[in-house]
């Protein structure tokens, strides 16, 4: 049969699609249509472009191998080696990631929550596989989101990822910062907005030697004072930078926004994205 393509080569076209947020049948086209895709993935003109299945099954490879991660932490730890990662600061921050809205009935929604699957999904396979059961709602500012939430650690001063946490997106904030923050970050400096603010996790950043410059958060009845109004104006200079990551993937990549179904798949959409901003935050370092 047909010798297998190059996996370097199908793994650039992952890149390329994250890049600029294209979907299989995007890609497939824009390999065909467009010369600069063609000298990235050294295809000669004329040259056989993998379909869109192609394209499917290869990353499907990689999410049933668990391997996104693996390849996020082999460049990182390229980055790290070429001294792009100064480790001075680490803003901790999450960023909705958007997906196709279910629309279930109340019913079904409090089954899947529960972990259970609705009887009419289980006699009809064709819709079970179209249905998202990771995935939940949450609300922010008076707006809901439903999908996913990348939990992101980056180095303040490159502001190159470092790491990153997957969720569904009603998952807080805080509950992933020890996941992402650990003996490693001994001696370092901490930047997070309020949502990490709580006891518990001031007394942990002690215990682990990490320089608590989390923004300070008013409670009911004890606003900030102007003395905390003035630190947390200082520590935002830092920890700002963080949205500068976010903001290039929403506008220079097309957004974090997926089409695929679960966790699982998801979260190495999710971590492909974040290798390809770092490579494009690398190019523009070493330039």
């Known amino acids: 049969g047909r010798k297998p393509l190059d996996t370097v080569f199908m793994f650039k076209i992952l890149i390329l699609q994250r890049l600029y947020n294209l979907s299989d049948e995007q890609v497939e086209y824009q390999i065909t ?6 000298r990235f993935l050294e295809l000669p003109l004329g040259g056989c472009a993998p379909d869109f299945t192609t394209v499917w099954r290869f990353r499907e490879a990689l999410v049933q191998a668990d391997a996104v991660k693996g390849l996020f932490d082999l460049f990182t730890s390229s980055l790290e080696s070429r001294g792009l990662i100064t480790k001075t600061g680490t803003i901790v921050d999450a960023s909705f990631v958007e997906v196709p809205k279910q629309r279930n009935t109340r019913e079904e929604n409090d089954l899947v929550k529960n972990g259970q699957t609705p009887e009419a999904w289980k006699s009809n396979p064709n819709k079970l596989s179209q249905k998202d059961v990771d995935a939940r709602w949450t609300k922010k500012n008076n707006v809901s989101y439903y999908g996913y939430k990348d939990h992101v650690k980056a180095d303040a001063e490159s502001k190159l990822m470092t790491d990153y946490e997957v969720t569904d997106a009603s998952v807080h904030d805080s509950r992933v910062l020890f996941d992402l923050v650990d003996e490693e970050d001994k001696g370092g400096k901490l930047f997070c907005d309020s949502a990490y603010k709580s006891a518990e996790i001031d007394q942990k950043l002690e215990e682990l030697g990490i320089n ?12 900030l004072s102007e003395q905390s109004k003035l630190l947390n104006h200082l520590k935002s200079q830092i920890r700002c930078l963080v949205e500068h990551i976010f903001g290039h993937i929403e506008n220079s990549m097309g957004g974090p926004e997926l089409r695929y179904i679960g966790l699982q798949r998801n979260a190495a959409g999710i971590g492909l994205c974040n290798l390809a901003y770092n490579m494009k935050r690398y190019i523009q370092l070493v330039r």
């Not at 410059?213 to 004890?222: N, P, V």
């Open 33 to 38: 249509d467009r010369l600069s895709f063609c």
């Open 212 to 223: 608590n410059f989390i923004h300070e958060k008013a409670t009911r009845g004890h606003p």
